[in-house]
C-alpha cells in the first residue's frame, strides 16, 4: 500500500512535469495583431511634375497718335480712363477759343472718351449776367486722330458718335433777358444729371446717348486757333441738339484697327 502510492505519486509528477516542459517549450512568435497587419507598407515619395504656367497674353501692341481737338470753350480726352489731354484755356475763363494737338499712345481698339464743356458763372447757363451783354453761350467741338504709323487719320468727330447731355440751362430761353436771373426759379430752371458711373470704360452701355448732332461751322463760328490745323474734310462740328443750352457733353466713340 505504501510503495503503491509512492509509484503513483512518483507517476503524476512525471506528468506533470512534462506538461510544464511543453508549455515552456512553446516559444513560437504570436502572430501578428490585425492591426499591424493592416498597416501599408511604406511607398517611396514620388516627386509632382510642377503644372504649367497659365499662358499670358500678349499685351496689345501699342500705336502712337495724333490728337487735334478745337473746342468752344473746354474739353478733356480720354483713351478709356486714362487722360490724354485737358484743354490748357480753363473752363472758368469766358472767351476760351483755342485747338490742341498733342500726341500719345495706345492699343487698338481705342475706346475715346471727350468731355466737353461751354463756359457759364452759374447754373443758369448764362454769361455776362448783369451786364448789357448778359446771354446763353453757344458751344462746338470738332477732332480728328490721326495713326502717326500709317498717317491715317482713323476718326473724325462725326454723327457715328455716341452724346448724351448732363447738363441743360436755361430750360426756358426767357431766362436770357431776366434782370435778375436765379438758377433753379422759372424761367431759369436746369438739369444737372452729373457723369455717369464708369461711362469711359469700353463695356459701357451707351446705347440711350442719342444727342449727337452735327452743327454747321456757321453756326458754331469756330475762332481762335482752329485755322491752325489742317482739318480732314470729314471731320464735323458736333454737340448736343442746342449749342446754346447744351451746356455740358459726353461723347465716345470705339476705334478699331483700319
Request: proline content about 7%; aromatic content about 8%; overall charge negative.
Amino acid at each position: 500500500m505504501f510503495r503503491f502510492g509512492i509509484v503513483l505519486l512518483s507517476t503524476l509528477m512525471l506528468v506533470s512535469c512534462g506538461r510544464a516542459e511543453e508549455s515552456a517549450g512553446s516559444t513560437d512568435a504570436a502572430p501578428p495583431s490585425e492591426a499591424a497587419a493592416s498597416e501599408s507598407p511604406p511607398t517611396e515619395a514620388v516627386a509632382s511634375e510642377p503644372s504649367a504656367a497659365p499662358a499670358q497674353r500678349e499685351p496689345d501692341p501699342m500705336t502712337s497718335f495724333q490728337l487735334d481737338a478745337w473746342s468752344d470753350n473746354w474739353f478733356a480726352a480720354y483713351a478709356g480712363e486714362e487722360l490724354i489731354v485737358e484743354d490748357s484755356v480753363p473752363i472758368t475763363t469766358e472767351r476760351s477759343f483755342n485747338a490742341e494737338t498733342v500726341t500719345f499712345e495706345a492699343g487698338y481698339p481705342l475706346q475715346l472718351n471727350v468731355l466737353l464743356k461751354d463756359f457759364k458763372e452759374n447754373d443758369t447757363g448764362l454769361e455776362y449776367i448783369g451786364s448789357n451783354r448778359q446771354q446763353m453761350g453757344d458751344g462746338g467741338f470738332i477732332l480728328q486722330l490721326t495713326d502717326l504709323g500709317s498717317g491715317d487719320v482713323v476718326a473724325v468727330s462725326d454723327a457715328g458718335w455716341a452724346c448724351t447731355v448732363i447738363h441743360e440751362a436755361p430750360l426756358d430761353k426767357a431766362c436770357e433777358t431776366e434782370s435778375n436771373p436765379v438758377a433753379g426759379t422759372a424761367p431759369c430752371g436746369f438739369v444737372d444729371l452729373g457723369e455717369p458711373e464708369g461711362w469711359k470704360a469700353a463695356d459701357y452701355d451707351d446705347s440711350a446717348w442719342t444727342a449727337t448732332t452735327v452743327h454747321p461751322a456757321a453756326a458754331v463760328d469756330p475762332k481762335g486757333g482752329y485755322d491752325d490745323v489742317s482739318w480732314d474734310a470729314s471731320a464735323a462740328f458736333i454737340w448736343g441738339p442746342d449749342l446754346e443750352t447744351d451746356n455740358t457733353v459726353l461723347c465716345r466713340v470705339t476705334i478699331a484697327e483700319g
